[in-house]
């Protein structure tokens, strides 16, 4: 999911920021430097550390800063010949910065030959390649669900749904005992998808895992698909009182506080809000578990999504360097590295990562395959995502209504790339 600005909690820094000594990070010349673009603040930190102690005498000059403005500047100067050896790359099509993007212009180095490559799980693999080879070194999987705060839970004497009837019913006691089900914080339009999502990944893609083909082969539409019946059931739970008053007045960060406080039973989002909701409520107990659509269990699906990875200028000054940092983010320390920093889980198995508790069921849905990725990571261009979040929040406002929104996602998305 692109725009999730908690999913890469590290994108939203204002301006590129020299770090390592503020040299720029395009002026590798030699063969043990190493220049780095990451949009991983607070994360990269301690990989280039790291990897500076495992090869004595090398360099990493890096930068870290927002994905918006890193998005619009790589592929400038990438043409131009000035950018850095290494680089974050989005898996999918949906901004500047993506595989598809970087890899049809010929961009980044082709990374198919790493022993890592054949290892991706789908939920990675899918979007991590162009034309069947893979161009992204991805580190790390999120996925979304709901998120609840167990001591609010055992007060108010509720389980965790597993089927939309029973979610319906917990919505309702929820709201009776004067504790919201769910924060949702629609004020930042981003957080409009989130609760969609789950919904979409079991009505839509868990039925029909080749929708997208469809999609992009014309063959069928968002408003003619069971998207319809995933926006009807969004305004189904909004109905059954399964979120607190005001969506629209709440900002995301309000949300957080009203479910680490136990204002709320929980919120759906990412996982890597978990390490946020801690930060409010250090005593408090998080745990992500799938949102039903169905009433059959068996049919759920969550969606998961592989985020930003490094990928290599095809150009680099310094190529074998760079291979060498792209391997040392794909090993079991790098990879840990990042996520545990970042509260998700990697991307591959057998790392030795201590999986937190939290993620347990997460963890299950994606080794049995019981994920899809984020729909937008599989669009033509932004513009449909933007249409979908613009909309939705013109839905709750009663400025529109579910079948105009997906008529404009269908026009957006008949535009092309």
């Avoid at 212009?105 to 790493?114: A, F, H, K, P, T």
């Avoid at 709440?250 to 949300?255: D, G, L, N, R, V």
């Amino acid at each position: 999911m692109r725009i999730l600005p908690a999913l890469l909690a590290v994108t939203t820094g204002a301006a590129l920021v020299a770090c390592s000594g503020g040299t720029n990070a395009t002026s590798s010349g030699d063969n043990k430097t190493l220049s780095l673009a990451s949009v991983d603040q607070g994360s990269v930190e301690d990989v280039v550390k790291a990897f500076e102690a495992a090869n004595p005498g090398v360099k990493v000059n890096f930068t870290t800063g927002g994905a918006d403005q890193f998005q619009q500047q790589i592929r400038t100067q990438l043409s131009s010949g000035t950018a850095p050896d290494v680089m974050s790359v989005w898996p999918g099509n949906g901004n500047p910065a993506t595989v598809t993007v970087l890899a049809k212009g010929g961009y980044l180095r082709d990374l198919s030959d790493q022993p890592w490559a054949a290892k991706f799980p789908k939920v990675v693999s899918d979007v991590a390649q162009y034309e069947g080879k893979s161009y992204d070194a991805i580190y790390g999987i999120n996925g979304i669900g709901a998120i609840y705060n167990q001591e609010a839970m055992t007060k108010a004497a509720l389980a965790a749904p597993t089927t939309w009837t029973e979610l319906l019913a917990f919505c309702r006691a929820a709201k009776e005992k004067g504790t919201p089900a769910f924060a949702l914080g629609i004020q930042d339009n981003w957080v409009t998808q989130v609760a969609l999502y789950p919904l979409a990944a079991t009505l839509v893609y868990g039925p029909d895992r080749d929708f997208e083909k469809k999609m992009a082969a014309g063959q069928t539409s968002f408003a003619s698909s069971p998207w319809a019946a995933a926006f009807a059931k969004y305004g189904e739970m909004d109905q059954a009182g399964c979120f607190q008053d005001n969506p629209l007045g709440t900002s995301y960060e309000a949300s957080q506080k009203l479910a680490a406080t136990g204002k709320t039973l929980g919120l759906i989002q990412g996982n890597w809000v978990i390490s946020l909701l801690k930060k409010q409520n250090p005593s408090g107990t998080f745990t992500l578990k799938p949102l039903p659509a169905t009433d059959d269990p068996a049919q759920t699906i969550v969606p998961a999504a592989a985020g930003a990875g490094y990928g290599v200028n095809a150009k680099a000054k310094n190529p074998e360097l760079a291979m060498k940092f792209i391997s040392f983010v794909m090993s079991p320390q790098g990879m840990n590295l990042f996520v545990e920093k970042q509260g998700g889980l990697p991307s591959l198995s057998g790392t030795g990562f201590k999986l937190d508790p939290s993620l347990t069921e997460l963890s299950a849905y994606i080794d049995q395959n019981k994920t899809v990725p984020f729909m937008d990571q599989l669009w033509p261009n932004p513009k449909v995502q933007q249409t979908m979040l613009s909309g939705i929040q013109e839905v709750f406002s009663k400025q529109s209504t579910p079948d105009k929104v997906l008529a404009a996602m269908d026009a957006d998305y008949k535009s092309g790339a």
